[in-house]
């Protein structure tokens, strides 16, 4: 008699997903009811979520594809429908139909980003993002409806200025633009003692002005995908910006697909030199 393999879902990552998808609904809800600092603050705590259910998988062993399709549609629901609902109810809905076209090109956006990053596991180079993700671009647009409630702005007068944010940064995730992913950082080095004061000084900071700190930094990651392209491309074509993801780019490719390129491009060559028999 032979032992079937036990059948299920693993505990603890499924877990952090599920309580990122209840932020992210608890937002939408939230907004709908007009409380719309604690939507914001909401999708804030989703992306933390979001950053440990991929850690403890890892951590414990228990990646699994369940899980990482799980963990994408809750990114969904997170990072894509609640940000752009968020922004509509309190600044966008007096625009008409500006204002939910504007919210639409979010959720189109970060829907297309999640299944380009799904299609890119394995493949892209682990260092940079190509295109915002969609956690930053949510944080921008919570970020920006945060600051507005937190100093007495009405969102309706603003319209314009949330559907023009909105809508870039649902435009910067489907973008070509590198992005540093921060991934090749040694979280379990060691690091000089001044790092750690640093660190305190960070919080500190973010603790003072919570909503306008991290709306700042945000803003200034989603706006140095652009610069950093820029500043490294000699000669800027629409490919540079929102260009096939699936054409054989450096930026985007690991070592081992290039060698692998290289070496079929060698052995097409020798074999077009052979003189027939």
């Known amino acids: 008699m032979t032992d079937t393999?036990?059948?299920?879902?693993?505990?603890?990552?499924?877990?952090l997903t599920t309580a990122g998808l209840f932020s992210g609904f608890y937002a939408i809800v939230a907004s709908m009811n007009g409380s719309f600092e604690a939507a914001a603050v909401a999708v804030f705590v989703a992306m933390i979520f979001d950053g440990l259910d991929g850690r403890a998988a890892r951590m414990t062993n228990t990646q699994s594809a369940f899980g990482a399709e799980y963990d994408s549609m809750a990114d969904m629901v997170s990072f894509g429908i609640a940000p752009a609902l968020v922004a509509y109810n309190w600044?966008?809905?007096?625009?008409?139909?500006?204002?939910?076209?504007?919210?639409f090109i979010y959720v189109a956006g970060a829907a297309l980003r999640l299944a380009r990053f799904n299609t890119q596991v394995g493949i892209a180079d682990k260092r940079f993002f190509q295109g915002l993700a969609s956690p930053a671009a949510a944080a921008v647009v919570s970020?920006?409806?945060w600051v507005g409630v937190e100093y007495g702005a009405n969102g309706d007068d603003y319209g314009v200025i949330v559907a023009l944010v909105t809508g870039a940064a649902g435009l910067l995730m489907v973008s070509n633009f590198k992005y540093n992913s921060f991934k090749e950082v040694n979280w379990n080095g060691k690091v000089p003692f001044v790092a750690l004061l640093?660190?305190?000084?960070?919080?500190?900071?973010v603790a003072t002005e919570p909503a306008l700190v991290l709306f700042l930094v945000f803003a200034l990651y989603a706006l140095a995908g652009p610069i950093n392209t820029f500043r490294t491309v000699d000669k800027m074509t629409l490919h540079d910006v929102v260009g096939d993801h699936e054409e054989k780019d450096a930026d985007f490719t690991t070592n081992e697909e290039s060698v692998s390129s290289e070496q079929e491009s060698v052995n097409s060559d020798n074999n077009n030199n052979k003189k027939p028999e």
């Open 5 to 15: 393999k036990r059948k299920g879902i693993y505990l603890l990552p499924n877990l």
């Open 198 to 205: 640093i660190i305190m000084l960070i919080f500190v900071v």
């Open 91 to 103: 600044g966008l809905s007096e625009l008409g139909k500006f204002g939910w076209l504007a919210a």
């Open 143 to 145: 970020g920006l409806v």
